[in-house]
């Protein structure tokens, strides 16, 4: 399933950190002490936003989103991932939250990679409340497009999420657009 897309990663990854090096590289040969402490910082926290993807215990999960930091780096999207769960606990079967993931990042990115789309910046927070692991991804309001596009296209999630108690919600405010994820969590035996 994502297999495919994964390998591109991997060979993605390795391009880029071969180039760093070369990058780190020239600069030392320039004697340009500061801008590699920049350079390695700015590199840095890019390499901290792709390991947040290994706190959450959902495989699915972390290869749709390590697929979506791809996408959307091919269209020069800026994704922000904050994980505070590491979505344990969810009645969702694994492949059932990574599909309802993948289609929705899908819609996102593929709506944020116009040329008119200015503000191309993409957050997306995994948490969980005492009913919920919760998946919720912030955008801007697009300027193109159909807002009932968004709408039908989480239809499909909605019918896999439906068998399972999940569902999606699709919120507008004048300072974009909110999609969330919501799985049930089992509940906790006491006792």
């Known amino acids: 399933m994502y297999l495919e897309k994964l390998l591109k990663i991997i060979q993605a990854q390795r391009h880029d950190f071969l180039n760093h090096f070369q990058v780190i590289s020239g600069l030392l040969q320039l004697n340009k002490i500061d801008r590699v402490r920049e350079y390695i910082n700015q590199v840095s926290m890019e390499m901290a936003q792709l390991g947040k993807t290994a706190r959450l215990n959902v495989p699915e999960i972390t290869a749709v989103l390590l697929n979506g930091f791809y996408d959307a780096s091919m269209s020069q999207i800026e994704i922000e991932l904050t994980v505070d769960s590491t979505f344990d606990n969810c009645t969702v079967p694994g ?24 503000d191309k910046h ?19 309001e697009l300027l193109t497009g159909d807002p009932e596009v968004l709408e039908k296209g989480l239809t499909a999630v909605s019918e896999l999420l439906n068998p ?24 906790l035996q006491s006792g």
């Not at 300072?175 to 089992?186: D, S």
């Open 95 to 118: 492949p059932v939250m990574g599909d309802a993931l993948e289609y929705s990042l899908g819609i996102v990115i593929s709506a944020m990679s116009s040329h008119e789309v200015e």
């Open 122 to 140: 993409l957050e997306v927070i995994i948490s969980e409340s005492e009913k919920n692991c919760i998946c919720r991804l912030l955008f801007p």
């Open 164 to 187: 399972y108690g999940g569902r999606v919600n699709l919120a507008m405010a004048d300072n974009g657009v909110e999609i969330f994820l919501n799985f049930p969590r089992k509940k």
